[in-house]
């Protein structure tokens, strides 16, 4: 018996979806290569999808709902079926990252997520040697998780970046030159606030790694540490304050807003 057919929809999200998927398929009278045809991808792709084994695309969710004239149902389906593409550990920080009323993350290595481009999100997870479905997955997910920002209540977000944030390239100059680009289109968000810290202040209070706190529409503030294997989410009262005093000590050694989109700024005309 093939995979799919035991798949429970009850299960999770992404097996309902896989299975609704399915079925409408086969009450259409579709093959899995008539529907990836119309959807744009190999049919050993779909059959994984429906099988439960590989995320759902936003494209095949729109081409879904328009063969199956289903307006709207696997388009709503798909933000919460493509926090999938995290790790298990992961979601939980997702999910309180769209409650937060105020985001502030320091950043020593790369971008934080929620300010990344398609392209540079791409290149900083391909470096972990991922196949190319896990990739495209992953990089959905982070775009998705940006939405936030963009919502008609957006959360305050106030990053401080460690200058070699600007430095590191995960690929080439003009692919960089673009994210510092749009670094400095974010800072003109009237919520948003970017900090960086230049090479010359020397040791700060972030040389532990990076972190983010998170202020909550309800309930008391965490912290989310970044680790090798895999991040932590933190409750602790005293932790939690450990962190806010870190971060104000990191935003009290970081150029000022305009300072630090100067920096930006001339870390890209480097890169022309």
Do not use: C
């Not at 093939?2 to 896989?18: I, K, M």
């Not at 709902?65 to 289903?70: A, K, P, Q, R």
């Not at 196949?131 to 919502?151: C, K, P, S």
């Amino acid at each position: 018996m093939a995979y799919a057919e035991t798949l429970d929809p009850a299960s999770s999200v992404l097996a309902f979806y896989a299975t609704d998927l399915r079925r409408r398929r086969e009450s259409s009278g579709l093959t899995q290569r008539a529907l990836a045809g119309k959807a744009l991808m190999a049919p050993s792709l779909l059959n994984k999808i429906e099988a439960g084994r590989r995320l759902p695309t936003k494209d095949l969710s729109e081409v879904a709902d328009t063969v199956f004239g289903t307006v709207d149902h696997f388009q709503r389906l798909w933000p919460l079926v493509i926090k999938y593409a995290y790790p298990a550990w992961f979601r939980p920080y997702v999910d309180l990252e769209e409650a937060a009323t105020v985001i502030r993350s320091f950043q020593v290595q790369v971008v934080p997520g929620l300010l990344q481009t398609e392209d540079y999100a791409r290149a900083i997870l391909a470096a972990r040697r991922l196949d190319e479905e896990a990739v495209a997955e992953q990089v959905a997910a982070r775009l998705q998780r940006q939405n936030i920002l963009d919502g008609t209540n957006p959360p305050e977000l106030w990053v401080v970046l460690d200058e070699n944030v600007l430095r590191r390239r995960p690929a080439g100059a003009e692919m960089m030159r673009a994210q510092l680009e749009s670094l400095i289109t974010a800072a003109d968000r009237p919520r948003t606030v970017i900090q960086v810290i230049p090479l010359s202040a020397g040791i700060h209070a972030g040389v532990g790694g990076p972190f983010a706190t998170l202020t909550l529409d309800e309930g008391p503030s965490v912290v989310y540490v970044d680790g090798f294997l895999q991040g932590q989410i933190l409750a602790d009262p005293t932790q939690v304050k450990a962190a806010a005093r870190a971060y104000d000590l990191l935003t009290a050694v970081a150029l000022p807003p305009d300072a630090s989109i100067e920096l930006i700024a001339a870390a890209a005309k480097e890169l022309r």
